[in-house]
């Protein structure tokens, strides 16, 4: 069966644990979480949808579990949120942090000590650390070229 969710979303994530799932809608710039029953694969919505930026475009949680990350495509950055282990429910870390223009995607490595975000209409990478406490971003400067218009990043083991 369908669930309710914002409006227009368009990228959705599971928790490392598979307890949790999260949605970001692009339309009404908010992300909402679900958890995930074990036996059906059914999704329950954790409460309203958390704010983020304009219109956010992807979502990912890092490989700890703790810290959800959503890349807002129109206002250039990304909002971090600590995620409730026992609810999966979502609270911001802070304010977000500016990214190249457009961002499109955003990965966290194995590692879950660095966050990379592709920015479509800057056609870099920036790459950010993530404290391991509370999982804010810090932008370490560094900015990697693409090809023309880079539309998603993946890490490997």
């Given at each position: ?10 990228s959705v994530t ?17 992300v909402s979480a ?123 083991h």
């Amino acid at each position: 069966p369908a669930v309710a969710t914002g409006s227009g979303p368009i990228s959705v994530t599971v928790d490392p644990s598979g307890r949790f799932a999260y949605v970001v809608n692009n339309n009404s710039s908010n992300v909402s979480a679900y958890t995930i029953n074990p036996a059906t694969g059914a999704l329950t919505s954790v409460g309203s949808a958390v704010p983020t930026g304009t219109s956010p475009i992807s979502v990912t949680v890092d490989p700890s579990g703790r810290f959800a990350y959503a890349a807002n495509n129109s206002s250039n950055d990304v909002s971090t949120y600590a995620i409730n282990a026992t609810t999966g429910a979502l609270t911001s870390v802070g304010l977000a942090v500016a990214t190249g223009t457009n961002p499109i995607s955003i990965t966290i490595d194995p590692s879950g000590r660095f966050a990379y975000v592709s920015n479509s209409n800057s056609d870099n990478v920036s790459v950010y650390t993530i404290h391991p406490t509370t999982g804010a971003l810090t932008n370490t400067g560094a900015l990697f070229s693409t090809g023309v218009n880079p539309r998603t990043i993946v890490t490997t083991h």
